[in-house]
């Protein structure tokens, strides 16, 4: 299994970033990804999760209403569209799978329920 990040940058306060996570190895329908993060001096954070069965999305609190996870089938791909960044966004993001389904909230920012990480992709966002 490969994960595959891409689409960081330096963006502005406000402005938008979207995340990709190229999946090969796995089938669509049958696993779930997750975005995590990491910023300089903390830990690492779940940010959101979405199953491939059947579209289920969670989300940590502070980036509801601004983030937003999709997938692409055809593509094996997910996607986090990320809107009105702020500074606070700014770190390296991460995107892990798991085979299955994360039925939770609880679960989906547990580092230990995912089995495969990709290498991370930074985002920087200035003001």
């Known amino acids: 299994v490969q994960l595959v990040e891409s689409g960081g940058g330096l963006v502005q306060v406000g402005g938008s970033l979207r995340l990709a996570c190229a999946v090969s190895?796995?089938?669509?329908?049958?696993?779930?990804v997750g975005w995590f993060r990491q910023a300089p001096g903390r830990e690492r954070e779940g940010v959101s999760c979405?199953?491939?069965?059947?579209?289920?999305?969670y989300y940590l609190d502070s980036v509801k209403g601004r983030f937003t996870m999709s997938s692409d089938r055809a593509k094996n791909t997910v996607y986090l569209q990320m809107n009105s960044l702020k500074p606070e966004d700014t770190a390296v993001y991460y995107c892990?799978?798991?085979?299955?389904?994360?039925?939770?909230?609880?679960?989906?920012?547990?580092?230990?329920?995912?089995?495969?990480w990709g290498q991370g992709t930074r985002v920087t966002v200035s003001s």
């Open positions: 892990a799978a798991v085979l299955g389904s994360i039925d939770d909230h609880y679960y989906f920012s547990d580092l230990n329920e995912y089995d495969h």
């Open positions: 190895g796995f089938t669509f329908g049958d696993y779930a």
């Open positions: 979405l199953s491939t069965n059947d579209g289920t999305t």
